[in-house]
């Protein structure tokens, strides 16, 4: 099953913002948007964004996320070492009938 | 509080089976959809497996399909992972997860270790 492009890694500057991207096409990401997940190494995925803009209770206002197209993205504000993570993005696949997922990015805080 | 906690992972030979459960506790099991997310080593996030709220729908990843079987107890709280005809390539810690439009609660995970 395929599943969706994200860059391998993003480096950015402490404070600085950082913009991770996912891209999928009609079927998935440009039909139903994707959610985010961030993962510490050693720990379980957290999820930090549902349906695009939509975040849980108790994530940070740093984050936000939008959709343009087959393409979503995840723009962390006000970087802070604790943001160096895993990132992953899935979505639904309508043509598949399968939940499909990014290969993940690795955020670097310098 | 809110958890899911996996167990049954272990070690296995090629060809054999491992059924994984997934306890939930601390929110209404049988309100929600579920699914099994696995995560081989140093590597990114496969989804497995889906079953919806009353078990009545169910999805598979091309990779597990005609191989793996999830189910619901509902009445026990308990999500499974029936697993057979392991092969090398299916050695992963296993997570449960619950469906809220994301995967918003998971497990610890319980690592699969196939090898002969």
């Known amino acids: 099953q395929a599943g969706l492009t994200q860059p391998p890694s993003v480096s950015k500057g402490l404070r600085q913002t950082a913009t991770l991207t996912c891209t999928g096409n009609?079927?998935?990401?440009?039909?139903?948007?994707a959610a985010w997940l961030q993962q510490h190494q050693g720990h379980p995925p957290k999820l930090l964004s549902y349906?695009?803009?939509n975040r849980p209770s108790g994530i940070s206002e740093r984050l936000s996320a939008s959709r343009s197209g087959n393409t979503a993205s995840l723009i962390i504000t006000g970087l802070q070492p604790e943001d160096e993570a895993d990132y992953y993005c899935?979505?639904?696949?309508?043509?598949?009938?399968?939940?499909?997922f990014g290969g993940g990015t690795k955020l670097t805080v310098l | 509080q809110v958890q899911l906690v996996e167990s049954g992972g272990g070690v296995v030979q090629p060809g054999r089976s491992l059924r994984l459960s997934c306890a939930a506790s601390?929110?209404?099991?049988?309100?929600?959809?579920m699914h099994w997310v696995r995560q081989a080593p140093g590597k990114g996030l496969e989804w497995v497996a889906f079953?919806?709220?009353?078990?009545?729908?169910?999805y598979y990843a091309d990779s597990v399909k005609g191989r793996f079987t999830i189910s619901r107890d509902n009445s026990k709280n308990t999500l499974y992972l029936q697993m057979n005809s392991l092969r090398v390539e299916d050695t992963a810690v296993y997570y449960c997860?619950?469906?809220?439009?994301?995967?918003?609660?998971w497990g610890q995970g319980t690592m699969v270790t196939v090898s002969s």
């Open positions: 997860t619950r469906e809220v439009y994301g995967f918003d609660i």
């Open positions: 601390g929110f209404t099991f049988s309100s929600y959809a």
């Open positions: 079953i919806s709220y009353d078990g009545s729908n169910k």
């Open positions: 009609s079927n998935n990401v440009g039909n139903q948007g």
């Open positions: 349906t695009n803009n």
């Open positions: 899935s979505a639904w696949d309508s043509s598949l009938s399968a939940w499909v």
